[in-house]
């Protein structure tokens, strides 16, 4: 019997903070961004630790934090 891979993804609509902790708790460096298709799924991006730095930096330049 072949066993069924752990497919880690995340979606577009995600909060940003539930996909960040995904990638600490997966250990992970990226996710494939999935829409859903009527022929199953379809890759539209992804979102890596970059993406989080960047977003980080920009809170902090714009004293949001």
């Known amino acids: 019997m072949t066993r069924m891979p752990n497919i880690a993804v995340c979606r577009r609509d995600d909060y940003v903070m539930d996909i960040a902790k995904y990638l600490i708790e997966k250990q992970i460096d990226a996710l494939p961004v999935i829409k859903d298709t009527d022929k199953g799924f379809e890759v539209i991006g992804r979102f890596t630790k970059t993406n989080m730095t960047k ?4 809170l902090s330049e714009n004293e949001i934090i």
Do not use: K
């Open 55 to 58: 977003i980080l930096v920009s």
